[in-house]
């Protein structure tokens, strides 16, 4: 795919704007967190993130993405089994279920991408230790991002974070550059190799996406052709930020405006400086 090789680097001005775009998203993402609950459909979770969407009067990318037909929501609302690109509609989430919600915004033309994962009401232990596990390697990988470190960097630290709790990754879906379109180069796997990899650089543009799943790597789509789910039907996970590469370290632009993200359960990022390169 020609996506792959289009890496655009960004003007720090650009990066301003891709980050006021990462700060609505994020909004509407936390709006679709709060409409969580126990008989919520996952059309509502949809509706409480693009209400905020047309409050900005800015639109979701996802909606019309090409696709076996065209992507019908603003968000993609994934639960339980299914890993990523579950359409909102009539299914109630009941106690117990995790949820994940993953939500773009354009801008003045630049696009943010970003995704949380959480629970409905009481979750099991390993439901919650799945969650914490995936957030906690995205913000991992997310240490790495800094200039002079490679794609392979970043891609290995999810897989290990993921292994070495004994889930499993996929090797299907990637993170990707994001800018004026939302799929650009380079392709961030959520396995690798150290040392590998594209050369990071100051003003690229990525959207890291852990997908984690509890007993395989292996992934189904279901009949409507969009819904990704865990071929053994065992629970998955996915958080995603849209991150800057900058000469002081990485910029998470889909965070809120307190510094946290959408639905963040963990401490986020641990890195409180970082060399100048
Ligand atoms: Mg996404
Ligand atoms: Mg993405």
């Known amino acids: 795919m020609a996506w792959f090789r289009n890496i655009n680097i960004k003007t720090e001005h650009e990066i301003e704007i891709m980050r006021s775009a990462g700060q609505i998203n994020a909004e509407a993402l936390q709006a679709a967190h709060d409409a969580v609950c126990v008989g919520a459909t996952t059309a509502d979770i949809n509706a409480a993130a693009e209400e905020v969407l047309k409050k900005y009067g800015v639109y979701s990318p996802f909606k019309n993405y090409p696709g076996p037909y065209p992507y019908p929501s603003s968000t993609t609302v994934s639960v339980n089994e299914e890993l990523v690109h579950g359409i909102p509609g009539k299914r109630k989430l009941r106690e117990g279920d995790i949820v994940s919600v993953d939500c773009g915004a354009v801008y003045e033309g630049f696009v943010a991408d970003s995704a949380f994962s959480t629970g409905v009401g009481e979750i099991s232990p390993d439901a919650r230790r799945l969650l914490e596990v995936t957030e906690a390697s995205l913000y991992k990988a997310i240490e790495k991002m800094i200039v002079g470190n490679h794609i392979g960097d970043v891609s290995a630290v999810v897989e290990k974070v993921a292994e070495a709790n004994g889930f499993y990754v996929t090797h299907e879906y990637t993170g990707h550059g994001v800018g004026r379109d939302m799929h650009e180069g380079p392709q961030v796997p959520n396995y690798g190799i150290p040392g590998q990899g594209m050369l990071l650089r100051k003003g690229m543009t990525i959207a890291v996406e852990p997908m984690v799943l509890v007993g395989t790597r292996a992934t189904r789509v279901l009949k409507d052709q969009w819904t990704v789910t865990s071929a053994d039907r065992s629970l998955t996970a996915h958080f995603e930020h849209t991150i800057a590469v900058t000469n002081?370290?990485?910029?998470?632009?889909?965070?809120?405006?307190?510094?946290?993200?959408?639905?963040?359960?963990?401490?986020?990022?641990?890195?409180?400086?970082i060399r100048d390169n």
């Open 248 to 273: 002081n370290g990485p910029l998470i632009l889909t965070l809120l405006e307190n510094g946290k993200g959408p639905g963040q359960i963990g401490p986020g990022l641990k890195l409180d400086r």
